[in-house]
């Protein structure tokens, strides 16, 4: 679960390169992005905290299929770059999420 605002912190982008080494285990993955985590999957990141740093891992992302959910409405105030597992889900959904996880990771 990421839910800092890039454009003031490094903490987004660091947390999704923690979740791409996860990734990668036998562990199923899904990445929640809350308040302006979002911009972290959209067409324009030159803006971001971090940006050069979070370029070399988006197409990891892509690849992998990892799931990002989103809060709905996010679609209108993001512009998503398409190749992303993108889903929104409303608050009740990912509380459930968030609660039945065996692991979580809040950033």
Do not use: C, W
Request: glycine fraction near 6%.
């Amino acid at each position: 679960m990421i839910h800092g605002d890039p454009l003031k912190t490094h903490r987004p982008v660091e947390a999704l390169r923690i979740a791409l080494g996860l990734s990668t285990g036998d562990n199923p993955l899904t990445v929640v992005l809350l308040d302006r985590s979002p911009l972290l999957l959209t067409d324009d990141t030159g803006e971001l905290m971090d940006a050069e740093i979070l370029e070399k891992y988006l197409p990891s992302f892509k690849q992998l299929k990892v799931p990002f959910i989103v809060p709905v409405g996010a679609y209108p105030e993001f512009a998503f770059d398409s190749g992303f597992d993108v889903r929104a889900a409303s608050a009740r959904e990912i509380e459930e999420l968030i609660s039945s996880a065996d692991r979580i990771l809040a950033f």
